[in-house]
């Protein structure tokens, strides 16, 4: 690279990065995918003012977000990554904290164990971040997979992010374990890679919240999702209709054989597995229950007696 302040900010991110950076410096990036398995591609978007908002989260949190965002789309597929493209669109004003949307993204790609293998940078009105991950899989595990009388499980517990969003939109100061649910998601990389060996057939992450994303399994798989919200994971303090409603969560959703070792699961990631229903032959939908009976959870929350 030669002079110039465009390749001054490429320069400062690589030295930012570090070893997270693997093979840049040629036009494009090369990867070996291992011989029998498939290229897993997503590509995600984080624009300021749609996806994140500056005065909500730190310029580090956003680059750690945005890089979650596709690497979950990696860990839905149940794929193991291979590496990750970055393309930077930065404001003359926030030149400066280049140094910490360079931290946030490496930090992603650490915990995901995913090489920062190329990017773009330039400059543009609003501060966005688009993130492309690759990974690679033997057996892709997609949406349409799901079959009758298999369980229906959830990783984590629920509710963190949509809470600490509705406090920050009404001006309040999210609970910190709330907070942390929406700045620093994880992930599930791992837990998905358990999940494929325990023969889950369908898998999709929770970015909409898990109803949304329940019936998106349903209308892929043309089966009914049965969801019991009595015993849905909530965070200390949140009811199920909050914890089913809440987008950002990153945590996978699964169709499984019946009867998987939870507790081996819990021990393995420390985070509980929960069966939260089964798979049942019928209308291409989702349909959640409390008490036995059938709610509503089209509406949101509002329109659903606790
Ligand atoms: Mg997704």
């Given at each position: 690279m030669g002079a110039g302040h465009e390749f001054d900010l490429i320069r400062r991110l690589e030295r930012r990065w570090g070893p997270a950076?693997?093979?840049?410096?040629?036009?494009?990036?090369?990867?070996?995918v291992p011989a029998g398995s498939r290229l897993v591609v997503s590509t995600d978007t984080s624009v300021e003012g749609v996806h994140f908002r500056r005065d909500w989260l730190t310029t580090g949190e956003i680059g750690y977000r945005s890089s979650v965002a596709a690497l979950s789309d990696l860990?839905?597929?149940?794929?193991?990554?291979?590496?990750?493209?970055?393309?930077?669109?930065?404001?003359?004003d926030l030149a400066e904290a280049i140094d910490d949307i360079g931290n946030g993204i490496a930090d992603a790609s650490r915990t995901a164990r995913c090489p920062i293998v190329g990017g773009d940078l330039t400059r543009g009105d609003q501060l966005s971040l688009t993130v492309t991950v690759l990974g690679f899989s033997v057996h892709?595990?997609?949406?349409?997979?799901?079959?009758?009388?298999?369980?229906?499980?959830?990783?984590?517990?629920?509710?963190?992010?949509?809470?600490?969003?509705?406090?920050?939109?009404?001006?309040?100061?999210?609970?910190?374990?709330?907070?942390?649910r929406f700045a620093r998601p994880v992930p599930r990389l791992r837990e998905a890679g358990w999940l494929a060996q325990?023969?889950?057939?369908?898998?999709i992450d929770i970015s909409d919240g898990l109803a949304p994303e329940a019936r998106h399994l349903a209308a892929?798989?043309?089966?009914?999702?049965?969801?019991?919200?009595?015993?849905?994971?909530?965070?200390a303090g949140l009811d199920a209709a909050q914890a089913a409603l809440s987008g950002e969560e990153y945590e996978l959703l699964a169709t499984v054989p019946a009867g998987p070792d939870l507790a081996a699961f819990a021990h393995a990631f420390g985070i509980p597995l929960t069966?939260?229903?089964?798979?049942?032959?019928?209308?291409?939908?989702?349909?959640?229950?409390?008490?036995?009976?059938r709610v509503d959870l089209a509406g949101g929350y509002d329109h659903f007696s606790p």
């Open positions: 950076a693997q093979g840049l410096g040629d036009d494009a990036a090369v990867l070996d860990a839905a597929m149940a794929a193991e990554p291979l590496g990750m493209v970055v393309a930077l669109t930065l404001p003359a892709p595990v997609r949406r349409r997979g799901a079959r009758p009388g298999q369980d229906i499980v959830v990783t984590g517990r629920l509710g963190g992010p949509g809470a600490a969003l509705r406090a920050l939109s009404e001006g309040r100061m999210p609970e910190p374990t709330h907070r942390e325990a023969g889950a057939t369908a898998m892929a798989s043309g089966l009914t999702m049965v969801i019991d919200l009595d015993v849905l994971p909530a965070m069966r939260i229903g089964a798979v049942q032959d019928g209308e291409a939908t989702a349909t959640f229950l409390r008490g036995g009976d």
